[in-house]
C-alpha cells in the first residue's frame, strides 16, 4: 500500500512561483512512474507532467518551460516547481503513482492509469 501526501499549494499572483511537494510512505520501493495531475472546477483532471526511475520526465504542453518536476535522493519525495504562473493554472493538484512502468511511456496523462493518489492541495493564481 502506498500514500502519498501533498503540500505546498496557496494563493499567489501572476507570474510568481510555487513548489510543491509529494512525500510517499508506504511500500515505495522503486516506484517506477510518479506524476501530478491537476483539476479546475468543472474540468476534468489533467495530466500535468511525470518522471519515470531513471528521471525522465514528460510534461503536457501547457506547463512546458514553467514546471519542473524532480524527486528526492531518498525517492519518496516528489516535488513540482511551477515559475511564471498564469490564472489558468489555478486548480486542485493531485500527486499519483503507479507500480507499473509502461505508465510512463505514451499514456503518462491518463488518471486511470495510476492507482495511488494524494488528497491534493489547492492552487489559486489571480491576475
Known amino acids: 500500500q502506498v500514500q502519498l501526501v501533498e503540500s505546498g499549494g496557496g494563493s499567489v499572483q501572476a507570474g510568481w512561483s510555487l513548489r510543491l511537494s509529494c512525500e510517499a510512505y508506504?511500500?515505495?520501493?522503486?516506484?517506477?512512474?510518479m506524476g501530478w495531475f491537476r483539476q479546475a472546477p468543472g474540468k476534468e483532471r489533467e495530466g500535468v507532467g511525470v518522471i519515470n526511475s531513471a528521471g525522465r520526465t514528460v510534461y503536457a504542453d501547457s506547463v512546458k518551460g514553467r514546471f519542473t518536476i524532480s524527486q528526492g535522493n531518498a525517492k519518496n519525495t516528489l516535488y513540482l516547481q511551477m515559475d511564471s504562473l498564469k490564472p489558468e493554472d489555478t486548480a486542485m493538484y493531485f500527486c499519483?503513482?503507479?507500480?507499473?512502468?509502461?505508465?510512463?511511456?505514451?499514456?503518462?496523462?491518463?488518471?486511470?492509469?495510476?492507482?495511488?493518489w494524494g488528497q491534493g492541495t489547492q492552487v489559486t493564481v489571480s491576475s
Open positions: 508506504g511500500y515505495i520501493y522503486n516506484i517506477p512512474c
Open positions: 499519483a503513482a503507479t507500480f507499473s512502468s509502461r505508465t510512463c511511456g505514451s499514456i503518462w496523462y491518463s488518471p486511470p492509469e495510476y492507482p495511488y
